[in-house]
């Protein structure tokens, strides 16, 4: 399963509205890995059929009869663009089938684990539950609420700023943590910022480097009260201005409706501290990622700026990120 | 020199005003421990005579010539409260003498190194060095400039506040970090409160468990305005009364100057934020130790209340305590 994880994550950013999957195929005693697979893009093969078509090409003259596939979420049982997994698997006549986290839709959820058994076959479910999951939060979110999963991230210094003083410059946190923003958005499906940040950063918020490779630029929300931003903002003048839209004193939780609706799974709020406050008092968002440079004090500017708001983490992780620590957690 | 170190260690919190010194005897071949010895009390004997009385007693048909001796700092050279160590050494005929650190003192910094050398015993001098000055952190700062070692701690929530809502009560921090407090505040001569803190929480600031074994009670002092404080706090009412001192109307960095005269070498700042955000200012903190629990927001107080104050850490080291985050670093 950490091998079918493995391939799901070469998904990332590149499959909403679908999830990100991977499968791996194991010949019958378990020491051979016969094929791989992961989903690449909505309306391609799922990852099973291109695990199954892995091993096909690799052992042309070999029987899938009797091994096992592993995938680490439930195989569709319906035809959508493409024909239901499950059949693609009774076809080709597996003995064991070891699944990592059912169907987070409510609707789906245990139908292909149903119709497998029913076949006899081997079935396994929730082996590497907790990082299965993790691989279809996005998903997960969007087709059981109708709204897109909000990572909200951050860098803020020892003590929660989020600016430093004129002669310190601009960036709190340091190149490796700026460089992991670029993966964050990569696998985001879209960017939103207030205006205020806005104007005062004229960011890009494009992908660079390898993590634009194969993927497409996020869509570039910005959300501002009624005021209107400059025309010459590089979010209106770049090449990808077109992925570019501004919201006029609409909610955050409005916007993040609208933007659910047209199928977005996931935005990655890269706001000031306004927006986050808000976000955090509203419990609209699902995930933050802060990265906290070794800096005591800082400018006049604060994560967050209302006093009496607490957000719990959970499933919290700690890393290094250059001379920074990064840190990872999900709001309780 | 990581035995030595480990040795070292166990007088942290005893020795003051000295600093904790390990020694380690080796066999020529490198291959033995003869002896293990550790600084335990201002006026009693120095780790390099406890190593040696540690290997006779051992090994009493055992000549020690020729064998090498591991110290954390560089021996004494001037007759005190007991002999020479360098006397010592010569007595017994060291092959090698390895050295950690040189004496901080500028005065007798090198000054064994000299003598040892004179008479053709191998001398190396640096080894585990880091490790080595952070065992005399304290003794060297107060031997070299007349002041404590001061080291800031805070528990503060991922955004820097020090308290939480009424209704989630006292404690920002976990058990762990409580505990990992007890272990700081045993090796400091001194904890210093503001007189805020004295009146809100009515500490007691005591040591606890195993960390009181072997070790006097820190003293405690309040730093205080002109107000008087309550007869009734605990500080002034327990077992340690005697160990309670109250500044009136002091600056900090006078009440360490004055500490510093009586031979006080660290102090463990536990104060709020304003006494800390005054010490980050006036660049009164060596070092600081924060909890940082996985929360977002909190209540009204903070770390830093001022803006535009910056002090970078270095020497970071950021360790799992609990569900909290324990950050160390020393100010640039």
């Avoid at 996005?138 to 609420?145: D, N, V």
């Amino acid at each position: 399963m950490k091998l079918a994880l493995r391939e799901g994550r070469k998904g990332l950013g590149r499959t909403s509205p679908n999830p990100a999957v991977g499968a791996v195929i194991v010949s019958k005693n378990g020491k051979e890995v016969l094929g791989r697979g992961w989903h690449h893009k909505a309306g391609h093969p799922h990852a099973e059929i291109e695990a199954i078509a892995d091993a096909k090409a690799k052992f042309p003259r070999r029987s899938l009869a009797g091994t096992t596939i592993f995938v680490t979420l439930e195989p569709c049982s319906t035809s959508g663009k493409t024909g239901a997994c499950t059949d693609a698997i009774l076809e080709a006549k597996f003995g064991r089938v070891v699944i990592g986290t059912l169907d987070p839709n409510p609707d789906h959820a245990g139908a292909a684990v149903r119709i497998l058994a029913k076949t006899g076959i081997d079935v396994s479910v929730g082996v590497c539950e907790m990082e299965c999951r993790e691989l279809i939060r996005f998903f997960a979110k969007h087709i059981t609420t109708g709204k897109p999963y909000v990572i909200a991230k951050s860098a803020i210094t020892l003590d929660g700023r989020t600016t430093l003083t004129k002669a310190r410059g601009q960036w709190i946190s340091g190149p490796e943590s700026r460089e992991d923003v670029q993966k964050l958005r990569a696998e985001c499906d879209a960017v939103l910022i207030g205006g205020e940040t806005a104007r005062a950063d004229n960011p890009s918020l494009t992908l660079r480097g390898k993590h634009a490779v194969g993927r497409e630029q996020p869509y570039r929300f910005v959300l501002t009260a009624i005021k209107e931003l400059p025309d010459d903002l590089n979010l209106f003048t770049d090449k990808f201005a077109d992925r570019t839209e501004v919201f006029h004193g609409k909610s955050l939780s409005r916007v993040l409706t609208t933007l659910g609706k047209r199928g977005i799974t996931s935005v990655l709020l890269e706001s000031g501290g306004r927006l986050f406050a808000h976000g955090i008092a509203k419990k609209l968002i699902d995930e933050v990622v802060i990265y906290q440079a070794p800096i005591i004090g800082g400018g006049g500017k604060r994560l967050m700026q209302v006093d009496d708001i607490i957000a719990d983490l959970e499933n919290v992780r700690v890393t290094k990120s250059g001379v920074d620590s990064r840190i990872q957690g999900t709001i309780r």
